[in-house]
C-alpha cells in the first residue's frame, strides 16, 4: 500500500554463496530496495537467514520490508530478533517499529515494555511522551469504542481498495488497483506487487450506505501512474487528486531518482474530468498528497514530508484565495503531527479533523484520531475513535457524512476480501471529544497500611481554595473527576491523624492514581505553643526545602511543603513569616548571597501568588553560605549529599 508511506531507506545484504555471488546478490537486492521493491528484496533476505546467517543489516532490513508493506504481524520475528540481539547498536526508531507491530498481534503488555525502551533512548520524542502521559490509552479507547456499526462493502476487490470521498452526484470516488475492466492488467508497483491505482466511483444507496457496482471515472485523470485520494467542491465541479509526480506525460523523480506524490486539480466538463493541472506548491523534492477541502471551500488539508515536517509525514493547511491562487502551506503542529506518520485529513462539514496517525497512542499500525476545531484555527488534542474503526492493522481515509451518520473508512485488517478493503459504518453514538479524567486513590494508615474509611479528601486549585470534598468509602477509596491542563492539590484529613497532600498536574492521562498514607498525630498548628523565633517548618513537621544546585526555581517536592506553609498562614490570620534562604559553601561567596536572595525571593513570591497571602505577612531574605548546619564551609571537603543539608529555607515565627 504504497501511498501510506513517505520514506527513503537504503539497503545492504549478505547471502549464501561465494563472495563473488554474494557481491552480484546484494548489488541486486540494494537495487530492488532502492526502488521501494520490497517483495522481491525480500526473497533474497529470507534466503539469507533460513540459511542461518545473522546479522544487525539482515533483520533489520527482513523487518523493514515487512513494516513498510503493512504486515506488522510478519515483521514481529525479526525486529524481535533484532532489538534482543543488538539492542545497543541500533537506531531507537526500531524499538517502535517493534512496539507498532506487537500491538497488530496484541500483545499489548509486551508493546508498551518496548516503548518504555524507546522513551528512555529518545527522551523528547513527542511519540514518547504520548505513551508516558497515556499509560491507561487502552481504558480510553474502550471508553470510546462501540460508537460506530460496520459493514462489510461488495465493491472490494481482492486488490487495494480505499481512500473513498464524496462529491455531490450521491456517488463515492475511491482508490483502487483492481485494473478497471478494460481487460488488460496494469503493470505491477514493485513496491508490494499490486497493479497501478485509478480512480472509480460507485453510486451510494442512501438508506444504507451500500455502493452500486463501481466504474473507472470518466476523463484524463487515471493515467499508466497512481491516483489516489480525492476532494470534491460543494458544486462538484473540481476535484483535487494525488497522482505520481507524472505532468504533461512525463514522469518526474527527486534527486535519488524516487517518484514521489504531488497534488493536481481538474474540473467537470460534460461529465469528464477535463484541464488537469499540477498545485503551485508542489515539490519534485518532497511530497505532497491526501487532500481534504474544508466546507466552505478556503481551506485545503494535505500531507507531506516536506522540510519542517516533524515525521515522516505532517499535516498542512493552506488557504485557497478568492482568485484562485494560494497562500503558504502552514503544519497542523505539534497537538497533531508527531515523529511518525500522520496522514489522510479529512475535513467534515461541521469542521472536525478526522487522520490516520501512528505517532499517536492507538491499538497498532495507523489508527483513526478525531480532533475538533478550536479558536483561531487550531484543533484540539486528537482522539482515538476507537474500536471497531480501529483495529490492530492499519485503519485510515476515514470519511463521514455528518446528517445521515453514514461513513467509510479503509483496513488492511483480517477478514477483508483484498490487500486493503473499503467499509461502510453508521455512526451510533457520540465520540469523546473532551477532557475526561479523574484522580482515584486510597488512604491507608502509614502505620499499619490499614485502608482508613470515611476519611475526608480535599480537591484543591493551586491557590489551595477548596473545589470539593468527599469521604473515602468502605474500602478507603475515592474518586474526582479532574479537567485538563489543570494543576490540583489533594489533601487527606482524619481525625487522631496528621493531613497530608499531593500535588498533581493533569495532561492527556484518562485516570490519575494517588494514594495517600496518614500518619498518627495532631497536624497543622493546633494545640501547638508558637512563639516568636519558632521555625514554622519544625513545627508543621515539614520536609526541608531544598533547592537544585545553583538553581532558585522552586522543586515539585518543595511545592508540596510550601502548601503547607500556606494552609497554616490562611488558618491563623496573625501569622507572620521570615524566609530565611541559605545556601552551601561551594562558589565564590559573593555569588552565593546573591543566590540565597534569588531563592528567598522565590520562595516568597511562590507563598504570595499561589497561597493569596498578603504580602505584608512574608519577609525574608538570603543568608548566603553564613549559616551552614555542618562542617561544610570553605576548603572542607564534604559529599553532594552534605552540601545538600545547607541549600535550604527556614520559616521563621516573627508574630
Known amino acids: ?221 487515471n493515467t499508466r501512474f497512481h491516483e489516489s485520494s480525492t476532494t470534491f467542491s460543494k458544486d462538484g465541479q473540481t476535484v483535487y487528486f494525488t497522482r505520481n509526480n507524472y505532468t504533461k506525460r512525463k514522469l518526474g523523480a527527486n534527486v535519488q531518482g524516487t517518484i514521489l506524490l504531488k497534488l493536481y486539480k481538474a474540473t467537470l466538463e460534460d461529465g469528464k474530468w477535463k484541464n488537469i493541472e499540477e498545485l503551485p506548491f508542489n515539490s519534485n523534492e518532497y511530497s505532497v498528497a491526501h487532500p481534504s477541502l474544508s466546507a466552505d471551500g478556503t481551506k485545503l488539508y494535505f500531507a507531506s514530508d516536506m522540510p519542517d515536517s516533524r515525521g515522516l509525514s505532517d499535516l498542512y493547511v493552506i488557504d485557497i484565495n478568492e482568485d484562485g491562487t494560494y497562500g503558504e502551506p502552514r503544519n497542523l503542529g505539534d497537538k497533531i503531527n508527531t515523529e511518525g506518520r500522520e496522514t489522510f485529513p479529512y475535513v467534515s462539514d461541521s469542521g472536525r479533523l478526522y487522520f490516520a496517525s501512528d505517532g499517536h497512542i492507538g491499538l497498532g499500525g495507523l489508527d483513526v484520531f478525531v480532533s475538533v476545531p478550536e479558536e483561531l484555527g487550531v484543533f484540539s488534542i486528537p482522539y482515538n475513535v476507537g474500536r471497531p474503526v480501529n483495529s490492530p492493522e492499519d485503519d485510515f481515509t476515514f470519511v463521514l457524512n455528518e446528517d445521515t451518520k453514514i461513513g467509510y473508512f479503509a483496513s488492511n485488517r483480517i477478514g477483508g476480501k483484498g490487500n486493503d478493503d473499503i467499509y461502510s459504518f453508521k455512526q451510533t453514538g457520540e465520540l469523546i471529544t473532551e477532557c475526561n479524567q479523574y484522580v482515584t486513590g486510597v488512604i491507608t494508615d502509614a502505620a499499619s497500611k490499614e485502608k482508613l474509611i470515611e476519611a475526608e479528601v480535599i480537591l484543591m486549585d493551586e491557590n489551595n481554595s477548596e473545589l470539593k470534598r468527599t469521604v473515602t468509602n468502605d474500602k478507603g477509596q475515592y474518586k474526582f473527576d479532574l479537567e485538563c491542563d489543570t494543576p490540583y492539590i489533594v489533601r487527606a484529613v482524619k481525625t487522631n491523624y496528621k493531613p497530608t497532600e499531593r500535588i498533581l498536574t493533569t495532561n492527556n492521562v484518562l485516570e490519575y492514581e494517588h494514594n495517600l498514607a496518614l500518619q498518627l498525630g495532631e497536624g497543622g498548628l493546633a494545640g501547638k505553643e508558637v512563639k516568636p523565633g519558632d521555625d514554622l517548618a519544625k513545627l508543621l513537621e515539614l520536609k526541608i526545602i531544598y533547592f537544585d544546585l545553583d538553581k532558585s526555581d522552586i522543586r515539585s517536592d518543595a511545592e508540596i511543603e510550601l502548601q503547607k506553609i500556606i494552609a497554616a498562614l490562611k488558618e491563623y490570620q496573625q501569622l507572620k513569616i521570615d524566609v530565611r534562604s541559605h545556601t552551601d559553601s561551594r562558589g565564590d561567596d559573593n555569588y552565593n548571597m546573591y543566590l540565597s536572595e534569588r531563592r528567598a525571593k522565590s520562595t516568597i513570591k511562590y507563598i504570595i501568588e499561589k497561597g493569596g497571602i498578603d504580602k505584608s505577612r512574608v519577609t525574608g531574605r538570603g543568608y548566603g553560605e553564613t549559616a551552614v548546619i555542618n562542617k561544610c564551609k570553605n576548603t572542607v571537603a564534604c559529599s553532594d549529599q552534605e552540601h545538600q543539608l545547607n541549600r535550604r529555607s527556614e520559616f521563621i515565627v516573627i508574630q
Request: net charge neutral; hydrophobic share 35%; proline share 2%.
Open 1 to 221: 500500500m504504497n501511498f501510506k508511506y513517505f520514506i527513503h531507506i537504503s539497503l545492504s545484504l549478505l547471502t549464501l554463496f561465494s563472495v563473488f555471488s554474494q557481491e552480484k546478490r546484494l548489488e541486486k537486492a540494494d537495487e530492488n530496495f532502492s526502488r521501494f521493491a520490497f517483495v522481491d528484496a525480500r526473497k533474497i533476505y529470507l534466503q539469507v537467514a533460513e540459511s542461518g546467517y545473522e546479522s544487525l543489516d539482515l533483520y533489520k532490513k527482513l523487518g523493514d520490508s515487512y513494516y513498510f508493506n503493512a504486515q506488522l504481524e510478519d515483521a514481529v520475528p525479526w525486529y524481535e530478533k533484532l532489538t534482543s540481539t543488538y539492542a545497543e547498536e541500533i537506531d531507537p526508531e526500531y524499538f517502535f517499529r517493534y512496539s507498532q507491530s506487537l500491538k497488530s498481534i496484541k500483545r499489548y503488555d509486551d508493546a508498551d515494555r518496548v516503548m518504555e525502551k524507546f522513551n528512555s533512548l529518545t527522551g523528547n520524542d513527542q511519540r514518547a511522551e504520548y505513551f508516558v502521559n497515556t499509560r491507561d490509552y487502552l481504558k480510553f479507547i474502550e471508553m470510546q469504542s462501540g460508537k460506530f456499526r460496520l459493514l462489510k462493502l461488495s465493491v472490494n476487490s481482492k486488490y487495494s481498495d480505499y481512500a473513498p470521498s464524496f462529491n455531490n452526484q450521491g456517488q463515492l470516488i475511491f482508490a483502487s488497483s483492481r485494473g478497471g475492466g478494460s481487460g488488460m492488467v496494469k503493470t505491477l508497483h514493485e513496491w508490494n506487487e499490486m497493479p497501478f491505482l485509478d480512480l472509480f466511483s460507485s453510486d451510494i444507496i442512501k438508506a444504507n450506505g451500500i455502493l452500486q457496482t463501481p466504474k473507472k471515472i470518466q476523463g484524463k485523470i
